[in-house]
């Protein structure tokens, strides 16, 4: 059975930088595509970026685009987003995703395994 366990979210302060880490573990990491998603209360979840099953692609948001970096690491089954320049509407629950052979849909409806979240609050 394959799990996702979100780490690294905590409370920083805005411009801070922060990585956080999803934790793979079950059989071949490496055929699945992963994606990290945002939510804040009473809102759907919101795409922030995602890698294709090889790792040769990757996908952002709009809003992020420049600051964050997703990537896998298939030697450790980790799935990492680097975040930089942080601001207070980074706040926000973080979710990991996986696709087998996911292509890094931009789409919640694409990933059907997730992880419970890590909470990451950004202050100004």
């Known amino acids: 059975q394959i799990q996702l366990v979100e780490s690294g979210g905590r409370f920083v302060q805005a411009g801070d930088s922060l990585t956080l880490s999803c934790s793979f573990s079950?059989?071949?990491?490496?055929?699945?595509?992963f994606a990290w998603f945002r939510q804040t209360p009473g809102k759907d979840r919101e795409f922030v970026a995602s890698?294709?099953?090889?790792?040769?692609?990757?996908y952002y948001a709009e809003s992020i685009q420049g600051r964050f970096t997703i990537s896998k690491d298939n030697a450790k089954n980790t799935v990492y987003l680097r975040m930089a320049k942080l601001k207070a509407r980074d706040t926000a629950v973080y979710y990991c995703?996986?696709?087998?052979?996911?292509?890094?849909?931009?789409?919640?409806?694409?990933?059907?395994?997730w992880g419970q979240g890590t909470q990451v609050t950004v202050s100004s």
């Open positions: 890698v294709n099953w090889r790792g040769a692609n990757s």
């Open positions: 995703g996986a696709d087998f052979y996911g292509a890094g849909l931009k789409k919640e409806y694409g990933y059907e395994i």
């Open positions: 079950g059989r071949s990491f490496s055929t699945y595509g």
